[in-house]
Structure formats: structure tokens, C-alpha cells
């Protein structure tokens, strides 16, 4: 299984797409094994969900993501899950141990990306992206 996180470094970044890195963990036996740092490659509609996809990615986590790309991911059979924030790894562990939770948050709107995902937690309580 391969977890994928959209980055900042190693924090988890509000906008998917818009992220400067992916961190990339692969586990084997509910662990993870391995992890790579790979670079973003460029925000195209429908380009990234495909890239991640493609390299055997599994599982998505972000703090926020558009529809298109969502629909894409479910398409081709990748969990989504958005609302994150904070540490990347520390996240995919939460993920690994059932205790990280999507919100659902979809950003609608571009010029709000630095809003998207904001306030959720990893204890899974449930907050909700509302434009202004």
C-alpha cells in the first residue's frame, strides 16, 4: 500500500494541487516501510490525481481538494482523504491506525485555496469548509 500526503515539506498543505511535494509512504503489514519526497510536477486539471495514480498510490490525504480531482481519484480507485493538517507522516500513521477521518472538505473556489482544510483534526472531529 502507498499513502501519499500533499506537502510542504513535511507539513500537510492546505490545497493538493498547490503543493510543493508529495510524501510518498509505502507500508507493508499496517507499518511504513519507506518513504520519498516527490516533487510536485505542476498543477493541471486532472494531470495530478492520474500521476499519483499511476505510481501506485493508494491512498490521498490533503487538507483540501477540488471536485475534479476527487472524482478522478475515485475513479481510478484512490481514498481520498481531506481535512488534514499538521505533520505528514504523523498523519499517515493516524490514517494506518483508523484515528484520521476526512471531513470532506472540497474547495469550490480557487482564490480561497489557503482556507481550504482549515481547522480539521486528527481526532476526527468534523469541520466543515464554508466559502465566505
Given at each position: 500500500?502507498?499513502?501519499?500526503?500533499?506537502?510542504?515539506?513535511?507539513?500537510?498543505?492546505?490545497?493538493?494541487?498547490?503543493?510543493?511535494n508529495?510524501?510518498?509512504?509505502?507500508?507493508?503489514?499496517?507499518?511504513?516501510?519507506?518513504?520519498?519526497?516527490?516533487?510536485?510536477?505542476?498543477?493541471?486539471?486532472?494531470f495530478?490525481?492520474?500521476?499519483?495514480?499511476?505510481?501506485?498510490?493508494?491512498?490521498?490525504?490533503?487538507?483540501?481538494?477540488?471536485?475534479?480531482?476527487?472524482?478522478?481519484?475515485?475513479?481510478?480507485?484512490?481514498?481520498?482523504?481531506?481535512?488534514?493538517?499538521?505533520?505528514?507522516k504523523?498523519?499517515?500513521?493516524?490514517?494506518?491506525?483508523?484515528?484520521?477521518?476526512?471531513?470532506?472538505?472540497?474547495?469550490?473556489?480557487?482564490?480561497?485555496?489557503?482556507?481550504?482544510?482549515?481547522?480539521?483534526?486528527?481526532?476526527?472531529?468534523?469541520?466543515?469548509?464554508?466559502?465566505?
Amino acid at each position: 500500500m502507498k499513502i501519499a500526503v500533499a506537502s510542504d515539506g513535511n507539513a500537510i498543505w492546505g490545497h493538493f494541487g498547490h503543493c510543493e511535494n508529495f510524501n510518498i509512504y509505502t507500508v507493508e503489514n499496517g507499518k511504513i516501510i519507506s518513504s520519498e519526497s516527490v516533487p510536485n510536477p505542476g498543477h493541471k486539471p486532472g494531470f495530478l490525481p492520474n500521476f499519483l495514480a499511476d505510481m501506485g498510490v493508494n491512498v490521498i490525504i490533503a487538507g483540501g481538494m477540488g471536485g475534479g480531482a476527487v472524482d478522478i481519484f475515485n475513479e481510478r480507485n484512490v481514498e481520498v482523504v481531506v481535512g488534514a493538517e499538521g505533520d505528514a507522516k504523523a498523519a499517515a500513521e493516524a490514517y494506518l491506525f483508523g484515528s484520521l477521518k476526512s471531513t470532506g472538505a472540497v474547495c469550490h473556489q480557487h482564490e480561497h485555496e489557503g482556507e481550504c482544510g482549515s481547522g480539521a483534526t486528527l481526532s476526527g472531529a468534523s469541520h466543515h469548509h464554508l466559502p465566505d
